[in-house]
């Protein structure tokens, strides 16, 4: 759900490990007031407790008409779905039509049936008729989704910055203020400030309105909004924090940080370094690239804890995406994609700094459209894949023409739960 680290689906269904698949499921577009059992449902199988009135009032926003599925048997919903409309940011600042999956959950009596795999089908099919050209999710686990088609087309790191060593440099850059935002005004205030705050990073998604109120069921009475403005006072950056204790040491957790610049980016870092009683920072679902240890005095204060995969995309219009992005300078290469589920990407694709187009020409590098997905944002280098097994090449002089075309200025992030 919106604010928790990914839960969308659960274990994996259909073929492997398939106990017995059920003969004939009912899988239909739920009705309006089957929408808080297909919550419920989906809680359930997460192991984590259902909302009260409160918090289904604040969540329930989200759940839209013709978008929420739910699988039957024996008339009882055991298996739901569900997805919103959205728009993905790809390399050149483009944002394209896509589907935000989450949701995802099947009874723990009723898995390894095939019900996930009829669901992600209908899913999927209904995506692509809605003129999608993505699907997206966060994969609570990394073995159910790649065989529908998903990708791991961006990466997260967590930092933590010890709070006493986390001087920053002479260097870094200073302007403008930050002030604390009442709780009461977060939600009137933020959703404008997170798109003048956004930059056209790939991997970026769009926050519908519905997506704040959701947002705040998973938060503490500790939350705190600071936004900046620059010298002229209009605001530019935000950052949201909770702290938490542990013992003797607290650590102040930053869950969401969008800057419009590198200064309103370090004048929020810099407001944070010096809230006091905090032990550590603590940045969580931060880009790869975020600069954060070259802001201090001492780099080594600021360490990576982790890094994972972030958001998973499942490409439903091969030509369509290939045409909306932007590439690096390089000698041309043709692809040969293959999609055993949407037949119509299959296919040549030229790719060069011109762009994208169908061609008949003998290809270069062969792929799935998964490994596609894991490409398509620049997240990993071609040459990785191909060494893994994952990309054909019939030409190994194309890879590094690949690795070329496909680069991205900065590394993609989402950093949007959903």
């Given at each position: 759900m919106a604010g928790a680290r990914p839960k969308t689906g659960r274990v994996p269904e259909?073929?492997?490990?398939?106990?017995?698949?059920?003969?004939?499921?009912?899988?239909?577009?739920?009705?309006?007031?089957?929408?808080?059992?297909?919550?419920?449902?989906?809680?359930?199988?997460?192991?984590?407790?259902?909302?009260?009135?409160e918090s289904w009032s604040q969540t329930k926003g989200r759940f839209e008409p013709g978008r929420v599925l739910g699988a039957h048997v024996d008339g009882e919903l055991v298996g739901t779905t569900m997805s919103m409309t959205n728009a993905l940011t790809v390399p050149g600042g483009r944002r394209l039509p896509a589907a935000a999956v989450t949701g995802v959950g099947v009874r723990a009596d009723r898995t390894r049936r095939g019900l996930l795999s009829r669901m992600m089908h209908e899913q999927l099919g209904d995506a692509a008729a809605r003129g999608e050209?993505?699907?997206?999710?966060?994969?609570?686990?990394?073995?159910?989704?790649?065989?529908?088609?998903?990708?791991?087309?961006?990466r997260c790191r967590e930092?933590?910055?010890?709070?006493?060593?986390?001087?920053?440099?002479?260097?870094?850059?200073?302007?403008?203020?930050?002030?604390?935002?009442?709780?009461?005004?977060?939600?009137?205030?933020?959703?404008?400030?997170?798109?003048?705050?956004?930059?056209?990073?790939?991997?970026?998604?769009?926050?519908?309105?519905?997506?704040?109120?959701?947002?705040?069921?998973?938060?503490?009475n500790a939350a705190t909004v600071v936004v900046h403005s620059d010298e002229s006072g209009a605001d530019d950056g935000y950052a949201l924090y909770e702290p938490t204790r542990s013992g003797e040491r607290s650590?102040?957790?930053?869950?969401?940080?969008?800057?419009?610049?590198?200064?309103?980016a370090a004048e929020l870092w810099r407001f944070l370094f010096d809230v006091d009683l905090a032990d550590t920072v603590a940045g969580r679902i931060r880009p790869l690239d975020e600069p954060v240890e070259w802001l201090l005095a001492d780099p080594r204060a600021c360490r990576t804890v982790s890094i994972g995969d972030d958001l998973w995309v499942r490409i439903l219009d091969v030509p369509a995406a290939l045409r909306a992005r932007a590439y690096g300078h390089a000698d041309p290469v043709v692809l040969d994609v293959r999609d055993g589920h949407f037949p119509d990407?299959?296919?040549?694709?030229?790719?060069?700094?011109?762009?994208?187009?169908?061609?008949?020409?003998?290809?270069?590098?062969?792929?799935?459209?998964?490994?596609?997905?894991?490409?398509?944002?620049?997240?990993?280098?071609?040459?990785?894949?191909?060494?893994?097994?994952?990309?054909?090449?019939?030409?190994?002089?194309?890879?590094?023409?690949?690795?070329?075309?496909?680069?991205?200025?900065?590394?993609?992030?989402?950093?949007?739960?959903f």
């Amino acid at each position: 759900m919106a604010g928790a680290r990914p839960k969308t689906g659960r274990v994996p269904e259909g073929e492997p490990g398939r106990i017995g698949a059920v003969s004939d499921p009912d899988v239909r577009v739920l009705a309006e007031p089957e929408y808080r059992a297909a919550c419920d449902l989906f809680l359930q199988t997460l192991l984590e407790a259902r909302f009260d009135d409160e918090s289904w009032s604040q969540t329930k926003g989200r759940f839209e008409p013709g978008r929420v599925l739910g699988a039957h048997v024996d008339g009882e919903l055991v298996g739901t779905t569900m997805s919103m409309t959205n728009a993905l940011t790809v390399p050149g600042g483009r944002r394209l039509p896509a589907a935000a999956v989450t949701g995802v959950g099947v009874r723990a009596d009723r898995t390894r049936r095939g019900l996930l795999s009829r669901m992600m089908h209908e899913q999927l099919g209904d995506a692509a008729a809605r003129g999608e050209v993505f699907a997206m999710l966060h994969a609570s686990e990394a073995v159910i989704y790649e065989r529908f088609g998903y990708g791991a087309a961006t990466r997260c790191r967590e930092i933590q910055i010890d709070r006493a060593r986390a001087g920053l440099r002479e260097t870094a850059p200073r302007g403008g203020t930050v002030r604390i935002l009442p709780r009461e005004q977060a939600l009137k205030v933020l959703p404008e400030l997170y798109e003048v705050s956004r930059r056209n990073r790939p991997g970026n998604i769009d926050r519908p309105a519905a997506w704040w109120p959701a947002r705040q069921v998973h938060l503490g009475n500790a939350a705190t909004v600071v936004v900046h403005s620059d010298e002229s006072g209009a605001d530019d950056g935000y950052a949201l924090y909770e702290p938490t204790r542990s013992g003797e040491r607290s650590t102040l957790n930053v869950y969401d940080l969008n800057a419009a610049d590198a200064t309103a980016a370090a004048e929020l870092w810099r407001f944070l370094f010096d809230v006091d009683l905090a032990d550590t920072v603590a940045g969580r679902i931060r880009p790869l690239d975020e600069p954060v240890e070259w802001l201090l005095a001492d780099p080594r204060a600021c360490r990576t804890v982790s890094i994972g995969d972030d958001l998973w995309v499942r490409i439903l219009d091969v030509p369509a995406a290939l045409r909306a992005r932007a590439y690096g300078h390089a000698d041309p290469v043709v692809l040969d994609v293959r999609d055993g589920h949407f037949p119509d990407n299959a296919g040549r694709y030229r790719i060069s700094p011109q762009g994208a187009e169908i061609t008949d020409s003998a290809p270069d590098l062969t792929l799935d459209v998964a490994a596609l997905a894991v490409l398509y944002l620049g997240d990993r280098r071609v040459t990785d894949l191909a060494e893994a097994g994952l990309v054909e090449a019939h030409a190994p002089a194309a890879l590094e023409s690949a690795d070329a075309l496909f680069k991205t200025a900065q590394s993609p992030w989402c950093g949007t739960s959903f």
